[in-house]
Antibody
């Protein structure tokens, strides 16, 4: 059974860097099924994909946010970390980590964590 | 980027009704299309992948069809627990993109 859970700050100030951690179980960070990504959803709006890291270390980013995002895997623990620089109030959203099945659909989601950007 | 357009954006229906949601891709994606259900303040859950394949545990009243640029999600007999927002998503190419969502409300 795959589970994922997001952790990080609930409030960040404009221009600060957001760091979110996804802790998962049911697969290993070194396994060939370790395809973990991040998505977000502003209040009342649609889902937006942000980034994904494969078990090989290959990473993919949303082109519109690429310059602000970094996704890494913590090989000592079952964790994936996302950083987003220069946060703005428009980045206020619920951030989800999720597992992608091979090169297919997203099959498991974390519960999400609401991040508010405000001074 | 591939744009995903869902319609309608919302609909009202009664328990027992059959409803169909459409999703159009701005370019062909073969059958690399998934559908998700999201209830208020919850994470999405996967319903369908490969345009028509049900995830394990998803009731058979849900069905998906289509290929290329036109896809549909049909709920054959709405149940109270089906009132939610539904999203389509293409995973043919990066960036992964979602439709704007269809909210299914109780009439």
């Amino acid at each position: 059974q795959i589970t994922l859970k997001e952790s990080g700050p609930t409030l960040v100030k404009p221009t600060q860097t957001l760091t979110l951690t996804c802790t998962f179980s049911g697969f290993s960070v070194t396994s060939r099924t370790m395809n973990v990504g991040w998505l977000r959803q502003p209040p009342g709006r649609a889902l937006e994909w942000l980034a994904l890291i494969y078990w090989t270390g290959e990473v993919r980013y949303s082109p519109s946010l690429r310059s602000r995002l970094t996704i890494i895997k913590d090989t000592s623990k079952n964790r994936v970390v996302l950083t987003m620089t220069n946060m703005d109030p428009v980045d206020t959203a619920t951030y989800f980590c999720a597992h992608r099945r091979d090169y297919g659909e997203i099959d498991y989601w974390g519960q999400g964590t609401l991040v508010t950007v405000s001074s | 980027d591939i744009q995903m357009t869902q319609s309608p954006s919302s609909l009202s229906a009664s328990v027992g009704d059959s409803v169909t949601i459409t999703c159009r891709a701005s370019q062909g994606i073969r059958t690399f299309l998934a559908w998700y259900q999201q209830k208020p303040d919850k994470a999405p859950t996967s319903l369908i992948y490969g345009a028509s394949r049900l995830q394990s545990g998803v009731p058979s009243r849900f069905s998906g069809s289509g290929s290329g640029t036109y896809f549909t999600l049909t709920i054959s007999s709405l149940q109270p627990e089906d009132f939610a927002t539904y999203y389509c998503q293409q995973y043919s190419v990066y960036p992964l993109t979602f439709g704007g969502g269809t909210k299914v409300e109780i009439k």
